[in-house]
């Protein structure tokens, strides 16, 4: 039975980058004159302001140790943001503040994938980015670090640990890892992890249909879908899959952009909600979307890892586009931050705004329906393979119950509920190895771990569900439209 409270093993296949600051899906605006107003309205400097500047000012006279000033500020304005007890406000400092703007702009140097604090310790909190040495290596939402390179977590600010963790393209970092009762090792070289958010092709099987792969809402994401439905169009494109699965989201003037291009002018893309409950809407327009139309047959493709703006941008095309939405229910985040500079190269994150669907419904933390249920395989919810040690016949454990789960799926003859590394599973084993010129030990070192996986990967890609589903209700209304 699939364990729901894992992210699909399809993620190696699909940010420790460690951009610790687009966790749980980001839904950003920068602070410009649409949204200063709502903030321009906040309340006098409270009385109680003035115990911060006496405490700051006795810490600074007399205590008796070496005092870091700028990390007692630092520390204080942490620490009001941490009071809020909202994941998606943050006070963010001069590094942390860079590694946000690098995830939403350009490329960075680390091993790609997002963090946030749970229960004091750092944890993965969406899915890796595709491609990116955690993706490769197999880490999912959830995953907690307890060590880097086997110095402790424990104790350790959620920015020292990602300083740990970031470093040169080229290097190597160990991690520590614990995914509910499992513990393992894993060793990641460090890349250079590039932003390049839409990837558009034509389907292998039928070339009359543009498959395109969002995998953030940057910067230039608006422009790149554009582009990429233009190449499409040229290639013989006559309808769209959007795929959103795993998308964290990102800024918000993109995905109103992306929104309108598939809507009528006039159609709601989102509605808000400020905190004195004040709504407004924000409608598909050729001021937003520059006149680019998309009205081709389209369908979009979601899962519990499309947050935020993905899940905007489903909601859109659900409700005022009447676009099939397939997949799993997604992720569930209804609010939208600021991103303002506070002057010393430091930013505050700020949740400013409800988001509601086009018939006003909030989602957060119970996530948009889509209009068709579809889903993995049972095996795209296995672990990945611990990389702690090699091993071998007579080894018995959880983790070699999941060898034997992946071998299953792969259709070897062995017991996929089975802890012991049998006869069967070196047998199976082997044949992977030879097929792939590896060292035909039958022991599972971690070359040949990445080598199960791979061969696992590239199975969930031709088994997935979601994605021939959408396949299949383009060229029911292709057909429709022709009168067929």
Known sequence: MKNKQ???????????ACVAFLAGGGGYIYFDSQYKKQLANSPAQSGELKKVDDLYNEIVNNYVGKVDEKKLVDGALKGMTEALDDPYSSYLNEPEADELDQSLAGSFEGIGATMTMTDELPTVAQAPIEGSPAAKAGMKTNDTILKVDDENTQGKTLSQVVSKIRGKKGT???????????????????DTIPIETVKGELDKKDDSVGSIKIISFGENTYKELQESIKTL?????????????????????????????????????????????????????????????????????VDEGSASASEIFAAA?????????????????GTVQTVKNLNDKSEIKLTVLKWLTPKGEWIHEKGLEPTIKADYPDYAYLSPISRDKTLKLGDSSPVVKNINALLKALGHDVNAEASDFSEQTKTAV???????????????????????????????????????????????KVRKNKGE
């Open 6 to 16: 894992q992210v699909p093993f399809h993620q190696y296949i699909i940010s420790l």
């Open 172 to 190: 190597e970092v160990r991690l520590t890892i614990k995914r509910g009762e499992e513990t393992f090792e894993l060793k990641l070289k460090r």
């Open 233 to 301: 169009r040229k290639a013989g494109a006559t309808s769209f899959v959007i795929d959103l699965r795993q998308n964290p989201g990102g800024l918000l003037d993109q995905v109103e952009k992306m929104a309108s291009m598939f809507l009528k002018d006039g159609k709601t893309i989102l509605k808000f909600e400020d905190k004195a409950g004040n709504t407004s809407e924000e409608v598909a327009s050729s001021q937003l979307d520059g006149g680019f139309k998309v009205t081709e047959p389209t369908v979009v493709l």
């Open 317 to 333: 095309l659900k409700e005022s586009g009447n676009k099939e939405i397939i997949g799993t229910k997604t992720f569930g985040k």
């Open 430 to 476: 082997s044949a992977i190895q030879a097929d792939n010129n590896l060292p035909v030990t039958g022991e599972v070192d971690n070359e040949t771990a990445a080598q199960i996986e791979t061969e696992v990967g590239k199975k969930i890609k031709e088994n997935d569900q979601a994605y021939d589903t959408g396949i299949k209700e383009l060229q029911k």
